[in-house]
């Protein structure tokens, strides 16, 4: 039985390297297209100086 446990715990940690690992990819990409449509925005307003 302890050894189910010990790899249970194990399979739970790997979980929440991934987990994690995904949670920070995520909040990158979120903050690139944040930063992205800001200079998208930006860039709109200098058109002509019309639109």
Known sequence: MGEWI???????????????RYRAATGVIERCEARDREAVQKARGKVLGVF
């Open 6 to 20: 010990t790899f249970g715990d194990a399979q739970t940690g790997q979980l929440d390297k991934a987990n994690d």
